[in-house]
């Protein structure tokens, strides 16, 4: 298919001169999805986001790699011996016990997402949410676009979220919100032997247009500046790898295009110009850029300890690395090379400057291994706070180095 890009260019230079947000009531509310911002399985961050798969009955679940509609796996469940039982993402509380959360503005919206049957006999399968305390699941044939004759191939499919579907889907009940996606069997379902599998949920309100975003903010107070100018404090004169006094957050918020994904490089016409560079005379002298997105700004602290906008770089015999400095786990390497775009010659080096995706799995987080699944480098979500840093220890007195950093949107 045809590939369209849109392309933001900021300049970057240097002379010598935290909160967890919610994603509630983003227009795409991902839900079992790798490449749109929502639910956090992180049960022990205890968001308002932190959900967890539940299931009860016997069914099984078991996460999936071959071929998924969208990111890296999707989810496959089975109905138990049992003559009843069921499953689904729920928003948990402080003690990881089903809670409930404000999902009112979804009313008059759609639950939409893919699934794959084995039999025919899966348009059985009940299938959609819990609200105010309230079962409501319907067939799988009752979904707009489901076609039970479609066996092993993914379909997307839709369910109105309001009271035409079902009298107990009113904007008051989903005011009090459980489960996002919720499978509820008996022995019609069992009896079948059928499997389903399940991918890109989300939750979509009515009316959803889709959006890219890309805002500049300070990195010492997170205000939201009008520039397109990336810069170094003087200050950071000959020390050491450094951040950009600003920082960008790009907010994906849509589900409309097919194999999407941003990229980010700078654009100085030559595969050695990887950062800001400064031209004298015949003699041209680079300061080599790196990038980190993030989910939430920087700084924080987690269950996997603090999270700053320092950076270090190492060896480790083989390549050389960046590392979040101020956490010191040399492990860890969520700071990338800014690469040029002479050097994208290859899928892995296309890969490495990717920041989020469709298919990759959600944002780049860390330097994982190019093909892997379980260590792709990749965390789920569509709005990151991208981090920029420059190594200024050789930097030139009297001399002004620029770059043209590019953030571009590609998609079918």
């Known amino acids: 298919m045809f590939k369209k890009s849109f392309v933001i260019l900021f300049l970057s230079m240097l002379s010598t001169s935290v909160a967890f947000a919610s994603n509630i009531g983003r227009n795409f509310y991902g839900v079992l999805s790798e490449s749109l911002s929502g639910v956090n399985f992180n049960e022990s961050l205890h968001i308002d986001d932190s959900v967890r798969f539940f299931a009860w009955g016997n069914m099984g679940s078991s996460n999936q790699t071959d071929n998924p509609k969208e990111g890296l796996n999707y989810t496959r469940c089975v109905p138990g011996n049992s003559s009843w039982g069921g499953g689904g993402i729920t928003f948990v509380n402080s003690s990881n016990a089903e809670a409930d959360r404000d999902m009112s503005a979804y009313y008059n ?187 939430n700004a920087l700084p924080y602290s987690d269950g996997s300890g603090s999270h700053t906008t320092q950076i270090g770089e190492d060896y480790d015999g083989t390549y050389w690395y960046l590392y979040d400095k101020g956490n010191g786990d040399k492990g860890f390497r969520p700071w990338l090379y800014m690469q040029d775009l002479k050097a994208l010659k290859t899928d892995k080096d296309k890969d490495y400057s990717t920041v989020m995706g469709y298919k990759t799995g959600g944002y780049h987080a860390y330097s994982g291994e190019y093909g892997s699944i379980s260590n792709s480098g990749y965390y789920s979500g569509s709005k990151v706070s991208l981090y920029l840093g420059a190594n200024c220890k050789n930097t030139i007195g009297g001399l002004k180095y620029t770059g043209n950093i590019c953030v571009v949107l590609t998609y079918e």
């Open 109 to 295: 919206g759609e639950l939409r997402l893919s699934v794959k049957i084995n039999n025919s006999n899966c348009g059985k399968f009940p299938v959609g949410i819990k609200v105010n305390g309230i079962n409501i699941a319907v067939p799988l044939s009752n979904f707009s676009g489901f076609d039970s004759s479609k066996i092993n191939q993914w379909q997307d499919i839709s369910l109105k979220l309001n009271s035409n579907t079902n009298a107990n889907i009113t904007s008051s009940n989903m005011a009090k919100t459980s489960f996002l996606l919720l499978i509820a069997y008996d022995e019609n379902v069992v009896s079948n032997n059928l499997a389903l599998d399940i991918d890109y949920v989300r939750w979509v309100k009515p009316n959803a247009t889709g959006a890219f975003n890309v805002t500049v903010k300070k990195v010492s107070d997170n205000t939201t500046v009008n520039t397109s100018n990336i810069t170094w404090a003087s200050s950071n004169f000959q020390t050491e790898w450094k951040v950009a006094e600003q920082y960008l957050v790009l907010d994906f918020d849509d589900d409309s295009k097919k194999n999407w994904d941003v990229k980010l490089y700078v654009n100085n016409s030559s595969a050695t110009r990887n950062g800001l560079y400064a031209v004298k005379g015949k003699d041209e002298f680079v300061m080599p850029m790196c990038w980190r997105a993030s989910e």
